[in-house]
């Protein structure tokens, strides 16, 4: 059974940091890219960022580029999302997906192969 549990969600200040984890189980690491989107009350779902386990490499959004940083822990089947200098836009629930490649995260043009539920993340001001 394919799983993506997200973690590490909650309650931060503007410009503090907070770390997203992303656990994935029940398909073969290596061979997916592991995404990061978020969906506002009210607003379409972003894609954030994106990093393909196969060889790191990795994609932001220009909204976070800069603050945020991905990366990935192959032999824990994790991604995991730094977020630093957070702002209250950003506020919303963070779901990690995966597929093959990051087009999903780049494009709503494509899907995505497996998601996770979701965790919120409030950024106070």
């Known amino acids: 059974e394919v799983q993506l549990v997200e973690s590490g969600g909650g309650l931060v200040q503007a410009g503090g940091s907070l770390r997203l984890s992303c656990a994935a189980s029940g398909f073969t690491f290596d061979d997916y890219a592991i995404g990061w989107f978020r969906q506002a009350p009210g607003k379409e779902r972003e894609g954030v960022s994106c990093?393909?386990?196969?060889?790191?490499?990795?994609y932001y959004a220009d909204s976070v580029k800069g603050r945020f940083t991905i990366s990935s822990d192959n032999a824990r089947n994790t991604v995991y999302l730094q977020m630093n200098s957070p702002k209250p836009e950003d506020t919303a629930v963070y779901y990690c997906?995966?597929?093959?490649?990051?087009?999903?995260?780049?494009?709503?043009?494509?899907?995505?192969?497996?998601w996770g539920k979701g965790t919120l993340v409030t950024v106070s001001s």
């Open positions: 990093i393909r386990s196969s060889d790191g490499s990795t």
């Open positions: 997906a995966a597929d093959r490649r990051c087009l999903g995260v780049i494009s709503s043009a494509y899907g995505m192969d497996y």
